[in-house]
Structures are given as C-alpha cells and as structure tokens.
C-alpha cells in the first residue's frame, strides 16, 4: 500500500471541500472495496477523507410515504429496518445475498453504490484492463470472460456491476442525493447514477469529481409481489452469474452489464399482457455473448419468469387476488 494522508470529515459540507481542493482524494467509510483495491495498489489515493461517522446513517419517513436512507446507514442496518423489510422486502433480499454478515456490518449505503467490479482483469495488475489501465485494452475480450456483462458492453469493457442493493434500489424506482462541490444539493434517479463503458469504462458514474452521496430516497412501495433471486455458482465467497429484482411490474437485472439493468423492453411487454417468458424474451433479443458466458442468456432466461411468477403468486396469497 502507498503512502497516503488522513482526514476525518466534521461535515458532508467540508468533506466535499477537501475532496474538491485535494488532487487524488478519496473518500472512505465502511472501506470495504477501497481498503481492498488500495492493498493491491489497483486504488493509490494520496488523501483519505473519512466520512463514515457523519450524521447520515438513518432512515426516515418521506412525506410522500417512500423512505430517505442516508448515506452512511450500514447495510446490515438497512436490511433489519422493519419498514424496509415490510414495504421493501426486495431490497433486504438482496442486501443479505450480497456479501457477508461482517462486512454488511461495515458497509454503508454510498459506498455500496460506488463498489468496482469484480472482474479478473481489473483485479490483477499484470493483465491489461481499460477500467484500471486506461488504453491498455480489455483482456477479458479473448480471455476469461465466463462472467462478463450480456447488455451494454463495449470493445473498451464487458465487465459487470458488483452491486446487490442497487439492482433492488434500480427496481424500486430509487433517487440520490448528492452535495456537490458548489455547496448545492442534487437528486436524480439511481438508474442514471452509473455509466455503461463505451470508450471510458475507468468512469464508473455520473458523479461530479468531489461529489458527495448523502443519501437514497425509496418511493412508495409499487403495488405488486416484490422479489430478489440471485444464481452464483456456490452459496457463499462467489459473485453471481445473474440476478434479478421484481418491484410490482418493474424489473431490474444484475451481474449482466456494467451497471444495474432497468429491463425496460420486458416492462413493456409485461405491461402489454405478454407473459413473463414472452417479456424476457423481449428483453433478450438486445443481449450478446462475449465467448464464455452465452450460458447467461439462457439462465436469464429462467430465472426472470420464474421470478416473476414467485413474486405474483406471494402478491396473491398476501392479498388474496391475482397481481
């Protein structure tokens, strides 16, 4: 690990002047992925700006009936939120498929949405990787691509997002909130918090450089069955190899591009009267392979239906209709 300076924040306020005024800061709380990425020097930060004991660990009711989740709640704390796991129940399956306890303890609700990828190439130094090495290529292409994204790659990247509970939040229809360097607030939807690779797969989001997530905003629950189903290859210390989010007739995908994928061409179908089989086939009709992981396609294919049926059937029993 380098050399790096320390700073705890007082406030978001002069978190983001720091971030702003310092060449190469970074800010950190749970530390999670950034302590990891600083280790193998894949992250070399020159300051730390430590924003994990900031007042924005709670979580509130909105007046529109949603919750505003801060920035600094912890995952475990989100996922054990009794108004999360009655309204939301999405999003507390996903955040217990996402990791495990002991770093769900640490893990906070920003630095969860900022993770990085969990592809071979961006972790290990000696391989090219665009995402880590700007220009070097993308050695995923010709390589171990088993796990690469299906939707909206590019021949710069065909890395996948990490992140659990932000194909929940995507799903649910979820907005940020940042502080900005100009001392303003901004809120848009999560959906747009991300970026697909194209020719820069080293920017993640649509973040503002010093821009300070300081919360997530969840609208009123969507009428409908809520579900998360995730598929990795063993139940625990593995990424998964697909997953999916069912918030009413909203849909959202994981581990199959380089962030959260709102499926919208399956919304539309499903909202047409298509079956859930007739609406992933609709949504897949965009997907391409990239050598290994064709098999996606397929378990896409699967797994999105019988979610989707799981979720409308739960809907039925609990309220005792058809969703």
Known sequence: MRPFTYERAADAASAVKAATETPNARF????TNLLDLMKLEIETPTHLIDVGRLPMAGIEETAEGGLR???MATNSHVAADA????????LTQAIVSGGSGQLRNKATTGGNLLQRTRCAYFYDTAKPCNKRAPGSGCGALEGLNRNSAIFGASHACIATHPSDMAVAMVAL???????????????????ELHRLPAERPDVDTHLVP??????????????????????RDRASYSAGLASVA????????????HKPWRAAEAEAAL???ASPAEAIAAELANASENGRNGFKINLVRRLVPA??????SNWAEKNGSVA
């Open 28 to 31: 950190v709380a749970g530390g």
């Open 69 to 71: 989740i801060g920035a």
């Open 83 to 90: 108004r999360v796991r009655s309204r939301y129940p999405v």
């Open 173 to 191: 229809g979820a907005s940020v909130e940042v502080l900005s360097p100009s001392g303003g607030a901004r809120s848009f939807p999560l959906m």
């Open 210 to 231: 010093g821009e300070l997530i300081t919360a997530v905003v969840l609208p009123p629950p969507p009428k409908g069955g809520q579900i998360y189903r995730k598929v």
């Open 246 to 257: 069912i918030a009413g007739g909203q849909v959202a995908l994981g581990a199959v591009a």
């Open 271 to 273: 909202g047409a009267g």
């Open 307 to 312: 979610a989707i049926e799981e979720a409308r």
